[in-house]
Each structure stands twice: as C-alpha cells, then as structure tokens.
C-alpha cells in the first residue's frame, strides 16, 4: 500500500491516486472522515488540555478514546472520499506537504478555486460526521469562521497587522465546539459507566 508521503517523494502521477486511499491507515470510511473531522478536533484539543492541567497540578491521567459512530451511511462514505482525494490531487499537484496545504486552508487570504473547494469539501465531510453521530441539529447550523485558536479573545489585537497569520484557523466558533465536546463526553461518560457496572 502506498502513503501519502511515499506519493509525494516520488513526486507521483495522479493516477496513483487510487493506492494512496487510506486502507493501510483506517479500516473503514467511518474511521477515515471521524479522524479527519473537525469533530475530532475539538475531542483532541480537549484532551491535550486536561493531560496538560493534570500534569501541571502533578497527577497522571490517561487519555480518553474518542467515541465514534456506530454505523456509516453513503453520505459519510461518500464525503469523506470525495475529500480525502481532493485533498490528495492537491497534494500531488503541488508536491508541497500536507502542512503547507493546510495552511492555504487557514489562510483568509488564500481564495483560488482548488482552496475554496477543499474547505466546502471539509464542511461537507463535517455535517456527515455530525450526521452519523445523530446530532442532525448540529450539522444543520455547522459553519466555520477564520478565529485565532481556542481560548483567544476577538480583540483589536486580533486585528492587528501584527497578529501571526498562522495563528488563525479555519474552525467552528467556540460556542458550537464546547455543544460538540458535551456530547461527545456525555457518550464518553456513559460508555466509562456501563464498563464499572459489568465490573461490578
């Protein structure tokens, strides 16, 4: 099976495309647009937030897998294809890093044709994902902003020539990441309950 890196260092036709899906890394579509999603995202960003305010007061504490779907349905599948290969013609267009590429996406400079498309493409693959967990009401008011990171005020600095551009981000206001991130802990807490209950 071919990687993404392995395309790119080859500097690849595009009709090795069909060697680069990601069989060798995922086991299913499912898994595939969940990892890539801004659902996960915003699961990630927390974790690294509690590992770290654990470690600072001196305590150990485990990272928590992320819940996921159960099942999958064409639009998912379809979604997270039709970005995953998108992103990977860009890539081997362009023989830049999956770095670079991602940081046209965040760029709120950046709007040549192949740039916008690969975010509607993202958003897209965003509300299937919040489809298949069943939360239809997210996905259907889901929008991303160009924010500095979660955690930074809107202020006049933000608006500053100084403000670092790599500092903004193409996201979900922090508002929705926080409604995304209860419900993805509460399935988190619950499945924690039902694994202490057949213990017990």
């Known amino acids: 099976m071919v990687s993404l890196d392995d395309l790119r260092d080859q500097k690849a036709n595009i009709a090795a495309l069909d060697a680069a899906r990601p069989q060798d890394r995922c086991d299913s579509w499912l898994e595939l647009s969940v990892s890539l999603s801004r659902v996960a995202d915003v699961w990630n960003a927390n974790e690294q937030r509690r590992i770290l305010e654990s470690s600072s007061a001196g305590r ?17 599948e379809t979604s997270a294809a039709d970005y995953f290969d998108f992103r990977t013609r860009a890539l081997i267009r362009s ?29 897209t693959m965003d509300r299937a994902v919040l489809n298949a967990y069943g939360w239809q009401d997210l996905a259907l008011f889901a929008r991303c902003e160009f924010l500095p990171p979660a955690g930074i ?9 100084a403000q670092d551009p790599k500092e903004i981000r193409l996201r979900w206001p922090d ?22 209950k057949s213990k017990g």
């Open 60 to 76: 150990v504490t485990r990272p928590r897998s992320m819940p996921t779907p159960t099942t999958s349905d064409k639009l998912l």
């Open 95 to 123: 023989e830049a890093g999956l770095i670079t590429l991602m940081n046209r996406i965040h760029d709120p400079k950046e709007t040549s044709e192949e740039i916008q498309k690969l975010r509607g493409l993202h958003e």
């Open 153 to 161: 005020k809107h202020s006049s600095h933000f608006r500053s020539p």
């Open 175 to 196: 508002e929705f990441c926080q409604r995304v991130l209860d419900r993805l802990i509460a399935i988190a807490d619950c499945a924690d309950d039902r694994v202490e």
